[in-house]
């Protein structure tokens, strides 16, 4: 009995052990030894007592977290003291009573950190190794019993268990855990964080990229992570709450994730995707391959914010923004799933090489998908299209971002809508020749488009919005057969740039040192179509190809269509204006001056037509070149000469041929020089 009684007195002072057999040991005739067997079936919760070694109760503040100081204890009131012990299951650290300043310039392994105090702070040289459960889900760390207050652990923290274990980090309303260390964690194991708080992770990751799967980070649907630091992941990042990344983020592994349900990423740092290495995923399941996914599965709603940093993701890869379900949607295929998946652009710079660049889903339940390029650069290799199920939606906004051609399959194709809104399109071509068939309509309000950089710029849809068209450098095409391909505002052409097509223009256009080269590609003959003004100055150029020899162009119902370029203006008479341009003539690459067809005199009649003819060329262009060289008085030497006339017309004299009788004389003499070398 004495002995039942000494071990429910243990018990009490440490609840996590238990009588499993108990005997009697004969040690002699009258010496009976009667014992018990405990065994630990629980982890054991130690109470910090700060600088305090006596059995009292348990009062917190500051001291030294060792394994040699016997500063817990074992109850929070009336409990007796303990050592903390890295051996057998681990203890669970229990920081109550008066906040203080913990100092852990050891090692040591814990189940679990519970703070009911707030303003704790945890700090040292000391690695805290925190254990995961087997079966189900273990508190990491707690201060769910708390409603205000910082937390603060700087000491790196492993999490340690086996493969598929998780670990949860409770955040109470109104609290915010700052851990500044170093946070690693086993291969395949999951943290998470719920609760309503705040949480701040700094110090970065030391996960090994080579392993192809490290568990899963994730924030609840009620909480808040900052993470800023170095992250090497080759695991899943998810938020169904909201989670701003400021850090740098390599994913290498088999996937990465965020989101699970509605949550919201907003992304400062940088975020780097390797190929078949890594998904960046919000609101989804599981994944494989780099990519990306918004808002995916049971109508949830997510967004994705780049506000300053990078994402960038390799080849292949998938981007689906309210699309991508099960096992569908993996890298470089289009997604079946269904959600409403935002992808907003403020600043900085999201670059993919994605072969699927999808908003909305494909099959299924429909999902509307959304790209707001509200500023920064959108970098894309190939089309950025509608999913195929014929009710959802995809909508891209231009609204004074820049989008970036990074292959000449870059474009916009097959959305619901791709609106110009107040703060314009920038279409960058990247040195790349990139058409865009997708109508671009004007916001309200509407904007306009600016086309930069060198490459060329073609666009064939009827095209709506009001803001203009600025071409700053290289080749914009305009090559639409309805509407106007440059919306309804004026378009001005900046010095080197060139404007060419064999569509329709609506608004004035002004060339500023520019050039005016109709036709629908290099080296092909075209028509471009004015509906207003059009002004050469001074020193722009209007580049006549002429592929055939002929001075009619029966049109483009004939065989022969496309025989030399032409320009319609449409608008009232007179709306042909400039001075001091020049008149560039370009032959066919298998034409030349000392064809047969130039030995007689010419005129052109059709180059200029139309209600908005009436100014006299002659004051419009002031030079000729031809194939690159200035013709001086427009003429080609030992051939003839060009000449303007009227509104409309183009001449051409040729030198005549001497008499037979002199040119015998001049031959004889050494003095002719045949025109065509016969």
Known sequence: MKLN?????????????????????????????????????????LFWDGTDTNANNANGGNGTWDLATTNWDTLASGGGNSLWTNSGTASIANFGGTAGSVTLNTNVNALRLVFTTPGYTVSGSGTLTLASGTAGTLVGISTSSLTSGITTISNNISIAGPVNAVQEWSLGAGTTLNASGTLSMADSIGLFTTGPGTLNLSGGTALAPTIQRIGDFSVGSTGTANISGF?????????????????????????????????????TGSLTAAANAGTFIADASNRSGAALFIGNGNTNTATVNINGGSFVTASPAAILVGGGNGTTGAAGTAGNGHGNGTLNIASGLFSTAATVFQLGSSNGTAGSGTVNLNGGVLAITNSITKGSNGSSTGTFNFNGGTLRALANTATLSGLTAANVQTGGANIDTNGFSIAIGQVLAAGSPSGGLTKTNTGTLTLTGANTYTGGTTISQGTARINNTVGSGTGTGAVSVSSGAILGGSGTITGATTLTTATLAPGSADATAGTTNFGAGLAFNSNSIFEWDMQQAATTDPGPAATNAGVY??????????????????????????????????????TWNDIFTGSGIGTSLASVFSAFNADGSNLVGGVVPNQGTFTLSGSSTLNWTAVPEPTSALAGVLLAAGLLRRRRGI
């Open 5 to 45: 009684r000494k071990f429910q007195s243990i018990k009490r002072d440490h609840p996590f052990l238990t009588a499993t057999r108990c005997g009697r040991l004969l040690l002699s005739s009258v010496a009976v030894v009667t014992f018990c067997t405990v065994t630990s079936s629980q982890a054991q919760s």
């Open 231 to 267: 992250y090497n992941s080759a695991g899943r990042i998810l938020s169904a709450g909201t989670l701003n990344l400021s850090g740098t983020f390599a994913l290498a592994g088999e996937r990465a994730t965020v989101g699970t349900a509605n949550g919201t990423i907003n992304l």
């Open 565 to 602: 370029d032409k320009v319609v203006l449409t608008g009232a008479a007179g709306s042909l204006t400039g001075s001091a341009a020049t008149f560039k003539i370009v032959l066919g690459s298998d034409k030349s001056f000392t064809d047969a067809f130039w030995d007689t005199n010419k």
